[in-house]
């Protein structure tokens, strides 16, 4: 296979927040584009987080971190 001729993986379609165990768009409804950057073309949409987002992820992540997975060592963690 000559160089270039290898194709790269792309994200396409909608590009959402993982928060809490789930996937949702922020929730202020606004996102962007992901722009091919080879044809210029939208490829997708990428969903912005809000603040009231990022406080829900943090929130989230440190209620994680007080349960099991807080107390887990990093090779526990790996066999998840």
């Given at each position: 296979m000559a160089r270039g001729d290898t194709e790269l993986p792309s994200v396409t379609g909608e590009?959402?927040?993982?928060?809490?165990?789930?996937?949702?768009r922020g929730s202020e409804g606004r996102s962007f584009a992901n722009v091919d950057p080879?044809?210029?073309?939208?490829?997708?949409r990428v969903f912005e987080a809000s603040e009231a987002d990022v406080d829900a992820a943090v929130q989230a992540a440190r209620r994680a971190l007080e349960g099991p997975w807080g107390r887990m060592t990093t090779p526990e963690r790996v066999k998840i």
């Open positions: 590009v959402m927040n993982f928060i809490d165990g789930e996937f949702r080879v044809s210029g073309g939208e490829i997708g």
